[in-house]
């Protein structure tokens, strides 16, 4: 009975082939690594900017798959891990192994459990009808933003601006009516609407509720 032993020449072609393969991981998950950093870091620091042009639900899962791909590349080519993910999509069944499979795990538990946020601010100034400049109510009476099922009502401020946070991504871009409440003024025209947009800063004017009665 005879045994084949692997000559010292094939070991070290072996070793060879292995740190290529090690090495050409390591540069793959260094770039994937960087990118997602720099774009973690710009989603971050220009957050408003994203929101207010509609990008961050289309820029938010690059870096999460960036992400995972690092970490796929981490697991199965340093540590030889392995992972399977099996499902159905559009009739095919469909199998993914080893580093894919890992990371598909890594971007279904990112958008299960951390979608992006898309909630938006918006100020909303009111003054005098014909002159800017003039800010009748400073501290008193309220602006109801008409959001359907959902009323906003916030108090003017010390400047005439009223800020409605939170307001829900779904009415992006949308035309609103808004209300004011206060016993001397009232909007003029009386029916005003505004387009919501992020981190915008819109006007609406008032007028005295004598002069418009006259």
Not at 19 to 31: A, F, G, H, N, T
Request: hydrophobic share 45%; net charge positive.
């Amino acid at each position: 009975m005879s045994s084949q032993q692997s000559s010292p020449r094939d070991t070290s072609s072996h070793t060879i082939t292995s740190s290529k393969r090690l090495q050409r991981y390591y540069i793959l998950c260094s770039v994937c690594l960087f990118f997602a950093l720099i774009l973690l870091w710009g989603m971050v620091t220009r957050a408003q900017i994203f929101v207010q042009y509609g990008l961050l639900d289309q820029f938010y899962y690059i870096p999460v798959v960036l992400l995972a791909v690092c970490a796929a590349l981490t697991l199965f080519g340093f540590l030889q891990s392995r992972a399977d993910v099996k499902g159905a999509k559009m009739g095919l069944n469909i199998k993914l192994g080893g580093p894919a499979g890992f990371a598909v795990l890594i971007i279904l538990f990112a958008k299960l459990f951390f979608p992006p946020a898309l909630d938006f601010d918006m100020t909303v100034y009111v003054h005098a009808l014909n002159n800017p400049s003039i800010v009748p109510l400073k501290n008193t009476g309220t602006v109801t933003l008409c959001l359907e099922n959902d009323p906003r009502t916030q108090p003017i401020g010390s400047q005439g601006a009223v800020l409605f946070r939170h307001i829900p991504a779904e009415f992006r871009g949308l035309d609103v009516l808004l209300r004011v409440e206060n016993s001397s003024w009232q909007l003029d025209p009386p029916q005003q609407h505004i387009q919501l947009q992020p981190y915008k800063t819109v006007s609406i004017t008032v007028k005295p509720k004598e002069e418009i009665q006259q």
